[in-house]
């Protein structure tokens, strides 16, 4: 075969049939189909629009802020008619079980946390020492009575013989002082058997009100003093002190009613009133109250106790006591003039964003 030299100038020869020639990419492999391209361009255009350019994207927005405009009125509304303060704690008078006469215990009948009614035993007392007593005091008792019977003869029969003159006027005095003397004595030991019987029956330590026992310091086989606090009841019926700034009582008044939040039981709601407003701030009655007119002096808002009052009675299985956080809130007014200012304010900012949404999704569709 043939081979045909090409001239290279002082190059090295290369054959002409081995030169290569760069293959003709077709337009389509390089760029790809039109079709292909216009879709491509589109989606890139929508990524890059705005959001607030897609009108689902306004409506919804427009819904939302219609929404807290309508959360914003109703809070509003609830802050002009109402006061509130979370510095609010419930309150309670307990009762501290003591008991009166001192001794072993015996048994103990009650537990912590346990609901007891009126009259209920709650500790007894070893009562062998006090019926011990008793049985002295009520035979002293019989003896005087006796002697009271032999003395009340003897100034009878002394009355008697002196009106006859048969004995002297010494000797009828000394028996009637004699029958005085054991009257009196009856009489004290008829006290002495009553305080035996007092003290015997105070051996079982009862329940003075309905409650629930607290801070139950008592166990079999202690010896118990006159006065030492074994326990204390907390009873059912509570009230709340809430403790309110001198600015939230300009129309506050007893009798207004209150809805009260108890942080223990989330989403329950107690019904109740304000009962009475207390005569000073609390700094005034405090441990140490404050010396205004000594030194600098910087003015600060004071706070009032409010006494609020349950409608309600507390549940069993939703105990309610002292020093338990709740949040009450008052309303002060029916909120007649105030309803009508908020929702003229809310309609006009409603209408305000829909105008504006539809207008700018009309621009958006011309443009």
């Keep these: 075969m043939m081979k045909t030299k090409i001239s290279t100038n002082g190059e090295v020869p290369v054959e002409a049939s081995e030169r290569r020639h760069p293959a003709a990419t077709p337009d389509y492999?390089?760029?790809?189909?039109?079709?292909?391209?216009?879709?491509n361009n589109r989606s890139a255009e929508e990524k890059k629009r705005s959001l607030f350019r897609?009108?689902?994207?306004?409506?919804?927005?427009?819904?939302?802020?219609?929404?807290?405009?309508s959360y914003g009125a109703f809070a509003m509304f609830h802050s002009f008619t109402n006061e509130t303060t979370d510095d609010a704690f419930i309150d309670v008078h307990t009762v501290s079980v003591a008991p009166k006469v001192a001794g072993h215990v015996a048994v103990v009948r009650v537990d912590d946390n346990q609901l007891v009614k009126k009259g209920d035993v709650l500790v007894e007392i070893d009562p062998r020492d006090f019926q011990v007593a008793l049985a002295q005091a009520k035979a002293n008792l019989a003896k005087d009575k006796a002697t009271q019977i032999q003395a009340e003869l003897n100034e009878k029969r002394a009355l008697d013989l002196f009106s006859r003159k048969v004995i002297s006027t010494q000797e009828r005095d000394t028996n009637v002082a004699t029958a005085e003397s054991s009257r009196a004595s009856v009489q004290a030991d008829e006290a002495a058997?009553?305080?035996?019987?007092l003290n015997l029956g105070y051996t079982k330590i009862k329940a003075p009100i309905d409650g629930y026992v607290t801070k139950e310091a008592v166990a079999v086989g202690d010896y118990l003093q006159v006065g030492q606090t074994v326990m204390a009841l907390v009873p059912p019926r509570v009230w709340v002190i809430a403790n309110f700034k001198e600015t939230q009582l300009r129309s506050m008044r007893p009798g207004q009613p209150v809805t009260i939040s108890v942080d223990a039981y989330a989403g329950r709601k107690l019904r109740g009133r304000v009962d009475s407003i207390q005569a000073g701030s609390g700094a005034a009655f405090s441990l140490l109250p404050p010396e205004n007119a000594t030194g600098n002096y910087v003015k600060v808002v004071q706070r009032v106790p409010v006494k609020v009052v349950l409608d309600e009675q507390q549940e069993v299985q939703r105990v309610l006591g002292p020093g338990m956080s709740v949040v009450p809130s008052v309303t002060v007014s029916d909120g007649a003039g105030?309803?009508?200012?908020?929702?003229?304010?809310?309609?006009?900012?409603?209408?305000g964003i829909v105008v504006g949404a539809a207008l700018w999704i009309r621009r958006l569709r011309e443009g």
């Design 29 to 39: 492999e390089r760029n790809g189909s039109p079709r292909f391209d216009q879709e």
């Design 338 to 351: 105030v309803v009508f200012k908020v929702a003229v304010v809310a309609i006009i900012l409603a209408l």
């Design 193 to 197: 058997v009553e305080q035996a019987e």
């Design 54 to 69: 897609r009108p689902w994207v306004i409506v919804a927005a427009a819904a939302l802020a219609i929404l807290g405009i």
